[in-house]
C-alpha cells in the first residue's frame, strides 16, 4: 500500500518561497502521476499541479506564475515550491497520487498534509 | 468551468442521503467524490461517477446525467458525517466543488 509523507518548513515569511517535499514509499514514483492539493483552513481543495516520471508536468492557471513542481526518481519523492507567498497562501498542503488517465483520473491516496503558515 | 455544491445536508440515521454537483454538462464527463472527516485526509469514495474503491461501503453509489452528479448514500451512519467534495477535469485541469458538510442526525 502506498504512503505518502510531506516534509518542509512549516513557517514561512510573505514574499519568500514555500518548499515542501512529499516521500513516497510503498510504490514507486516512475508510476502514475503525483499531484500537490491545497487546503486553506476551513475551506476547500484546490489542486495546484501535478507531475510524470518524465518531467511531464501540468500547473492550475491560477497558480501557475509562482509554482513549479518537480521530481527525484531516484529519491522516490518530489516536491514544490510556490514563490512569492502572501497569507493567502496558508493553506494544509497535500500530497497525493492520481490513477487512471485525462478526464478518467482521480486521486486514490493522500498525505496527511503539511500545514503551511505564511506570517512575519 | 465551476462545480457548485450545497454547503450543507441533513439526514437521520438509517436514511437516505443525497449530495449533489451542478456543472455545464458534468454528465459529459467523470465525477469523483472524496469524503474528508473532521482532521483527516480526503477519502476516495466514487470514481469515474458511479465506481467504487476497494474497502468503500456498498452504500455509498454515485450517479451522473445532464448538468449535474450525484452521491447517494444509503442506510447513513453517523460515522458518515463528514465534508464530501465532487472533482472533475476541465481541459487538462482538476476542478473541486466547494464541498457539502453533511450532519446525521
Known amino acids: 500500500q502506498v504512503h505518502l509523507q510531506e516534509s518542509g518548513p512549516r513557517l514561512v515569511r510573505p514574499s519568500e518561497t514555500l518548499s515542501l517535499t512529499c516521500s513516497v514509499s510503498?510504490?514507486?514514483?516512475?508510476?502514475?502521476?503525483w499531484n500537490w492539493i491545497r487546503q486553506p483552513p476551513g475551506k476547500g481543495l484546490e489542486w495546484i499541479a501535478y507531475?510524470?516520471?518524465?518531467?511531464?508536468?501540468n500547473y492550475n492557471p491560477s497558480l501557475k506564475s509562482r509554482v513549479t513542481i518537480s521530481i527525484a526518481t531516484s529519491r522516490n519523492q518530489f516536491s514544490l515550491r510556490l514563490k512569492s507567498v502572501t497569507a493567502a497562501d496558508t493553506a494544509l498542503y497535500y500530497c497525493?497520487?492520481?490513477?487512471?488517465?485525462?478526464?478518467?483520473?482521480?486521486?486514490?491516496?493522500w498525505g496527511q498534509g503539511a500545514l503551511v503558515t505564511v506570517s512575519s | 468551468y465551476e462545480l457548485t455544491q450545497p454547503p450543507s445536508v441533513s439526514v437521520s440515521p438509517g436514511q437516505t442521503a443525497s449530495i449533489t454537483c451542478s456543472g455545464n454538462?458534468?454528465?459529459?464527463?467523470?465525477t469523483c467524490w472524496y469524503q474528508q472527516k473532521s482532521g483527516q485526509s480526503p477519502v476516495l469514495v466514487i470514481y469515474?461517477?458511479?465506481r467504487r474503491p476497494s474497502g468503500i461501503p456498498e452504500r455509498f453509489s454515485g450517479s451522473s446525467s445532464g448538468n449535474t452528479a450525484t452521491l447517494t448514500i444509503s442506510g447513513t451512519q453517523t460515522l458518515d458525517e463528514a465534508d464530501y467534495f465532487c472533482?472533475?477535469?476541465?481541459?487538462?485541469?482538476?476542478?473541486f466543488g466547494g464541498g457539502t458538510k453533511l450532519t446525521v442526525l
Open positions: 497525493a497520487r492520481s490513477l487512471g488517465s485525462g478526464w478518467t483520473s482521480y486521486f486514490d491516496s
Open positions: 510503498g510504490d514507486s514514483v516512475g508510476s502514475y502521476y
Open positions: 507531475i510524470y516520471s518524465t518531467g511531464t508536468t
Open positions: 454538462k458534468l454528465g459529459d464527463r467523470y
Open positions: 469515474e461517477d458511479n
Open positions: 472533482q472533475a477535469w476541465d481541459s487538462s485541469f482538476v476542478i
